[in-house]
């Protein structure tokens, strides 16, 4: 006996219904969209060297809108009084900042864990 799949709209390849297309990428990014409470989210910091002897501090694992993550590492980047930006789901602050940013993301409630370098 073989098991009968089910009609997975995720498995999409192509489509040339433009109506069809809109609602796939509704659903999709409505799924994406929610954001997990902050008590829940388990980021990890990291640290990597740049060439130059720079560095810069990366935290993953936030699940969320996409501006959600932009307003957390705007808040992180006033307090720690750097630069920084938001690149593939990630946020880079510059310089070496882990321990100030583990600290100022505790006190928002985040469970944070320091992770490599």
């Known amino acids: 006996m073989t098991k009968s799949k089910k009609n997975n709209s995720s498995s999409l390849v192509y489509s040339t219904n433009s109506e069809y297309m809109k609602k796939?990428?509704?659903?999709?990014?409505?799924?994406?969209?929610?954001?997990?409470?902050?008590?829940?989210?388990?980021?990890?910091?990291?640290?990597?060297?740049l060439g130059g002897n720079k560095?810069?501090?990366r935290i993953s694992g936030f699940v969320g809108k996409q501006s959600d993550l932009e307003e957390l590492a705007r808040v992180l980047k006033n307090k720690c009084a750097?630069?920084?930006?938001?690149?593939?789901?990630?946020?880079l602050i510059q310089g070496n900042q882990r321990e100030k940013l583990q600290n100022i993301l505790i006190q928002m409630g985040y469970k944070t864990k320091l992770a490599g370098g």
Request: proline share 3%; no cysteine; aromatic share 8%.
């Open 24 to 49: 796939y990428m509704e659903e999709h990014q409505e799924q994406k969209e929610e954001t997990m409470p902050v008590s829940q989210q388990q980021l990890k910091i990291f640290l990597d060297r």
């Open 55 to 57: 560095y810069v501090s």
């Open 82 to 91: 750097t630069g920084g930006n938001v690149k593939d789901g990630e946020i």
